[in-house]
C-alpha cells in the first residue's frame, strides 16, 4: 500500500487531470484535506509540497494553494547529468573507490536537509569515483551521499561496481525527480588529501536532494568536482 502522502498527491493529480480541478483552482486547505481523508497534517503538507516542486501547484502566501501550469522543464532547466550516466554517454567506464559506507547519526544539517527528526539514522555512502582510462589523473568527484533508512536494503550491495540507480531498479524504485545547487568551494584538507589535489584547491560544488518514485526525500549528496580535472559545457534551447 502506497504511503499516504502518496495517495493524497494521487488524489489531487487526478482532479487536476480530469479538469475537475483546472488551472486558477483554489484547492482545500490542509486542514480540510486532513478531515477529509482522516490523516495528519504532516502527510498533506508533503503530498502539497511534493506538487508544488512538479509545478502542479503554487502557494499564495495568505491566500491559499493553487492548480498553475506546470513548467516544461525542459525549456527552464539546466539539467547536468550524473556521474555515471555522463561518463556512459561519452562511451567511458568508470571506476569507484568506497571510502565510506555505514549506518550512522546522521548530523543535523543532514536530518533537516532529509526531513528527518534530529538524531535519526542515516546510511552514509562516501565514494572517489574516476574515468577508467585515466585513473593515474586521480579521482574526478567525491561523492556523499546520505539516505534514509527506507534504502536499508542499500547495505547489501557492492558499490564499487553497483550503481544506486540499479540497487534501487532491482528493488522497484526509481529516482523521480532532483533539485541541485550549484556553487564554488575551496577543498579541505581532508577532501584536498582524498582527491590527490593542493590544499584550498577550487572545486565546484553540487548538493543535491532527491526524491523516490513514492515522492518520498531519500537522498541527500554532495559532490566536489577539482576545478583542475573538470570542465562543464552547458547547452541552452534557444
Same mark, same amino acid.
Given at each position: 500500500?502506497?504511503?499516504?502522502?502518496?495517495?493524497?498527491?494521487?488524489?489531487?493529480?487526478?482532479?487536476?487531470?480530469?479538469?475537475?480541478?483546472?488551472?486558477?483552482?483554489?484547492?482545500?486547505?490542509?486542514?480540510?484535506?486532513?478531515?477529509?481523508?482522516?490523516?495528519?497534517?504532516?502527510?498533506?503538507?508533503?503530498?502539497?509540497?511534493?506538487?508544488?516542486?512538479?509545478?502542479?501547484?503554487?502557494?499564495?502566501?495568505?491566500?491559499?494553494?493553487?492548480?498553475?501550469?506546470?513548467?516544461?522543464?525542459?525549456?527552464?532547466?539546466?539539467?547536468?547529468?550524473?556521474?555515471?550516466?555522463?561518463?556512459?554517454?561519452?562511451?567511458?567506464?568508470?571506476?569507484?573507490?568506497?571510502?565510506?559506507?555505514?549506518?550512522?547519526?546522521?548530523?543535523?544539517?543532514?536530518?533537516?536537509?532529509?526531513?528527518?527528526?534530529?538524531?535519526?539514522?542515516? +546510511?552514509? !555512502? @562516501?565514494?572517489?569515483?574516476?574515468?577508467? %582510462? $585515466?585513473?593515474? *589523473?586521480?579521482?574526478?568527484?567525491?561523492?556523499?551521499? =546520505?539516505?534514509?533508512?527506507?534504502?536499508?536494503?542499500?547495505?547489501?550491495?557492492?558499490?564499487?561496481?553497483?550503481?544506486?540507480?540499479?540497487?534501487?531498479?532491482?528493488?522497484?524504485?526509481?529516482?523521480?525527480?532532483?533539485?541541485?545547487?550549484?556553487?564554488?568551494?575551496?577543498?579541505?584538507?581532508?577532501?584536498?588529501?582524498?582527491?590527490?589535489?593542493?590544499?584550498?584547491? +577550487?572545486? !565546484? @560544488?553540487?548538493?543535491?536532494?532527491?526524491? %523516490? $518514485?513514492?515522492? *518520498?526525500?531519500?537522498?541527500?549528496?554532495?559532490?566536489? =568536482?577539482?576545478?583542475?580535472?573538470?570542465?562543464?559545457?552547458?547547452?541552452?534551447?534557444?
Amino acid at each position: 500500500m502506497k504511503p499516504l502522502h502518496a495517495q493524497i498527491s494521487e488524489y489531487i493529480m487526478t482532479k487536476i487531470q480530469s479538469g475537475e480541478w483546472p488551472v486558477g483552482h483554489m484547492l482545500p486547505t490542509e486542514l480540510e484535506l486532513c478531515e477529509q481523508f482522516g490523516i495528519s497534517r504532516s502527510s498533506v503538507r508533503t503530498a502539497m509540497m511534493s506538487l508544488v516542486n512538479d509545478g502542479y501547484l503554487k502557494r499564495v502566501k495568505g491566500k491559499g494553494t493553487f492548480v498553475t501550469n506546470p513548467m516544461r522543464l525542459e525549456d527552464t532547466t539546466i539539467f547536468i547529468e550524473s556521474f555515471a550516466e555522463e561518463m556512459h554517454r561519452h562511451g567511458k567506464e568508470i571506476s569507484n573507490e568506497i571510502i565510506e559506507f555505514r549506518v550512522m547519526r546522521g548530523e543535523d544539517a543532514v536530518c533537516r536537509a532529509l526531513q528527518l527528526p534530529e538524531g535519526s539514522n542515516v +546510511l552514509k !555512502l @562516501s565514494r572517489l569515483r574516476y574515468c577508467k %582510462d $585515466s585513473f593515474d *589523473d586521480g579521482p574526478i568527484v567525491l561523492n556523499t551521499s =546520505y539516505f534514509t533508512m527506507k534504502y536499508s536494503f542499500l547495505q547489501n550491495y557492492d558499490f564499487s561496481n553497483v550503481s544506486v540507480h540499479k540497487a534501487m531498479a532491482e528493488n522497484g524504485l526509481y529516482r523521480k525527480y532532483v533539485e541541485k545547487h550549484i556553487g564554488a568551494v575551496t577543498l579541505d584538507s581532508r577532501s584536498s588529501r582524498l582527491m590527490g589535489v593542493e590544499n584550498q584547491s +577550487l572545486a !565546484l @560544488s553540487m548538493i543535491s536532494t532527491t526524491y %523516490d $518514485s513514492d515522492n *518520498d526525500l531519500f537522498e541527500y549528496c554532495v559532490s566536489l =568536482y577539482p576545478a583542475s580535472r573538470n570542465e562543464f559545457i552547458l547547452k541552452f534551447r534557444l
